[in-house]
């Protein structure tokens, strides 16, 4: 098969999920938000961080000949009037979910300000705000300008909260081991109003592991997207930490430890092998969960039941082209994966199970990786950005 041929056609289908799946009313103060899933009884949920994915998205499209730069800059523009004028947030930082009609917090019971979530858009947001300059730019400078991220600074243990809320008494939970929040450090230290601490960087745990023949700073449940996520935007392939750390190299180690647990497969599951791989938190038979690789954190046990997410394989395509492109090459026959917006997002061939929606983050990471694989665009864009360069040399990125 012409793996890049169909590469691009799962490319083209991952950007039609974030302009199909938005608010396009422009009437609506909920304009530009888009479906954290397609699952039936989710119509009205919108996810911030699919936000991120779809501005990032918009300049993707435009170059790529999807849609014209009009109708791009103008969904650009009114998401971000949105975010600006009428989404609920808590000193910046928006809520998890929101209501796709109103942009309003949707689960007001139990939904928190979310610093990983509002980072995700933030990436998102300074991706579309250097492609389009103009008012996009204005309208970003001034939804981050109100983000206050000492708010979420928890001093005392130098490590971020995880979330807010004031019910709760303020910041709750804390970012105090590897995982998918280094693009919080570039945010959060680099912001001209609220920042924090360069130190904070030093203050979460660095846990080095092995699996398979290759060491690794692992994420506590093991899953490849937390190796992931911060890439899509920053580039780290020629950067080391003052640690001599390089993130790049690490997701390369990850990726392929990934695969080697599913060669492995101490389970025995049918569905795991060398080219059905890249475990990670997904849709499952029973619900959603965080399937991931070993080593894992010393609470936690492997609850890998033989579900497989396709694109926690395509997320790692820059760091391991060969192996994802073989693995692209497989779940294009899986039977019944093809959906309408590209491969569904999970399967398990042990129960005979496809999952039947899709769900926003995992079409992103799908659409920023291959397009970074080919162009490198969306990392292109946010290395530009004044912030990103001003905390690349706070944090002693070299």
Request: proline share 4%.
């Amino acid at each position: 098969m012409n793996t890049e041929k169909f590469l691009m056609a799962e490319h083209a289908a991952c950007f039609d999920f974030f302009w199909d799946c938005a608010t396009s009313d422009t009437a609506r103060c909920g304009y530009g938000l888009v479906l954290d899933k397609t699952e039936k009884g989710s119509e009205n949920v919108a996810s911030i961080a699919g936000v991120g994915f779809a501005l990032t998205a918009l300049p993707i499209g435009i170059e790529r000949g999807y849609i014209t730069k009009t109708a791009g800059e103008q969904r650009a523009v009114g998401t971000l009037k949105t975010f600006l004028h009428h989404a609920d947030h808590e000193h910046g930082f928006f809520y998890h979910f929101l209501d796709m009609r109103t942009a309003k917090r949707y689960f007001a019971y139990y939904d928190c300000a979310s610093i990983i979530d509002t980072s995700l858009f933030l990436n998102g947001a300074i991706t579309a705000a250097e492609y389009f300059g103009g008012e996009c730019a204005e309208l970003f400078e001034q939804i981050f300008e109100r983000v206050n991220w000492a708010l979420y600074y928890n001093e005392v243990d130098n490590v971020y909260f995880m979330g807010y809320d004031p019910a709760r008494g303020g910041g709750f939970g804390a970012w105090d081991m590897y995982a998918e929040q280094l693009m919080q450090y570039i945010l959060g230290v680099a912001h001209p109003k609220y920042p924090v601490p360069a130190k904070i960087y030093n203050g979460f745990r660095r846990d080095l592991g092995e699996y398979g023949g290759h060491s690794f700073y692992n994420s506590p449940a093991g899953s490849l997207f937390t190796h992931q996520f911060s890439h899509a935007w920053y580039d780290f392939k020629n950067t080391v930490d003052k640690d001599g750390i390089n993130w790049f190299e690490n997701s390369v180690s990850a990726s392929k430890a990934a695969r080697q647990y599913s060669i492995d497969n101490p389970k025995g599951f049918i569905g795991f092998h060398k080219d059905a791989w890249g475990l990670s938190d997904c849709h499952g038979p029973h619900g959603y969960r965080g399937y991931g690789t070993p080593p894992f954190h010393p609470n936690l046990r492997d609850i890998n039941d033989g579900t497989v997410p396709p694109r926690g394989a395509l997320g790692s395509l820059i760091f391991t082209p060969n192996e994802v492109m073989a693995a692209f090459e497989y779940y294009c026959k899986v039977p019944n994966l093809q959906g309408r917006h590209g491969l569904k997002n999970s399967y398990n061939q042990d129960l005979a199970w496809v999952c039947d929606f899709d769900i926003a983050i995992d079409k992103g990471i799908t659409l920023l990786m291959i397009e970074n694989y080919f162009t490198g665009l969306p990392q292109e864009l946010y290395m530009r950005n004044s912030y990103v360069k001003k905390a690349a040399k706070l944090l002693g990125w070299t």
